[in-house]
């Protein structure tokens, strides 16, 4: 975060007298899963004053009734209830236990109320369902896991999603992708605090690099979670990227898996969090991304190798998967490849979208302002229907906060 956004929100919004900027509250659910829930833990409940990190105090608290049960059927029982929140100047939010499924009300009154009380409100990886639901990201930039960014950005319109940002902060409310990128969201809150040398401290005793460049997109092809792998529904999705360049259509795929299309949408969602057709554009727009690196096809026998049915299809969908045109990351790719190699291509494409610099408010107020109708709106999946690859560019922020720890940064 900014010098500037920091001193912005502190002036909007000052912490309520019960409340201590020292201490973090951890919220926990059951069915969360252990990994995620312990970085916050570990990163702000063991003293290392010692090796020069300042000390936390931590609150663990249960979002419900317990014992909560976690991964691999351990029982956890949190020391302290939803009440404790009241004295914690951060509250963090390692996880959902699935993004179907809403929140309890009670925990969700406990965020606004402290969020209403000064209080930083931290969403790890899933926990952003979490911050969504209790209307905490209305109007915000926000990320999550890749692969549960469109659902997100569906189910929450009102929330800016960038699926290929680490963390996204935003002052007072912040937000992380996946499991490893909570570390960095947890390193980048005790930099914001104590300063780069405490940061850089406690990453020297986590084993971890104090920053890491780049951003999700790097790992984007990861198609599905290793768990599918022995669900029936694998050998159709390894159909489905054998033949991505012929023009198929999610009931093509439903009828190989002998299934309904209402059937086979609820089972795939069940198994990744995303809908079949998102999943499927999503596969078409990353296999047009490798040929552009790897071939001189021209867009548009691009677009008819990998499925779509017209080159508006490809670009409209690319543009906003990735946030350049193919034409722009292809040139970006072989103009910096020699120096770099693809990660630095891919962030030169990623960056000719437009910057959004400044405080969190000039940040919201300017994606606001360049959100504007995409090129395809519909009869442009892959099958020709009027379904979209997910929710419409309007979910999702139009330019890249520049702030430090996230890719943007020097």
Known sequence: MSQDSATATEAARKLSGRRRREVVAVLLFSGGPIFESSIPLSVFGIDRQDAGVPRYRLLVCGGEEGPLRTTGGLELSTPYGLEA??????????????????PPAEALDALRRAHEE???????????????????????PATTHWMYAPTLAKRYPSVHVDPRELFVDDGDVLTSAGTAAGIDLCLHIVRTDHGTEAAGALARRLVVPPRRS?????????????????????????WALEHLHEQFDVETLAARAYMSRRT???????????????????????????????SDYSVDEVAGRCGFRSPVALRGHFRRQLGSSPAAY??????????????????????????????ASGRRAAAAASAGPSPVTASTGPGGSAERFGPGPEAYVQGRPALPGQRSAP
Do not use: H, K, N
């Open 85 to 102: 929140i009241s004295r914690a100047g951060t509250v963090v939010v390692p996880a959902w236990r699935s993004i179907t499924s809403p």
């Open 330 to 359: 292809r040139a970006a790719y072989r103009a910096r490849r020699p120096q770099g190699g693809v990660l630095e291509s891919v962030t030169a494409a990623m960056e000719t979208s437009v910057p959004v610099q400044g405080t």
């Open 264 to 294: 086979f949408d609820r089972r795939f969602r069940s198994l990744t969090g995303s809908a079949p057709l998102q999943w499927l554009i999503t596969q078409r727009v990353l296999q047009a991304q490798r040929l552009l690196e790897t």
């Open 214 to 238: 780049g951003g999700q997109e790097r790992y984007l092809d990861r198609s599905l979670p290793e768990e599918i792998g022995s669900d029936p529904l694998a050998e159709v999705v390894a």
């Open 118 to 140: 000064g209080a930083r409100i931290v969403g790890l990886c899933t926990g952003a369902f979490v911050l969504a639901a209790a209307g905490l990201l209305d109007g915000r």
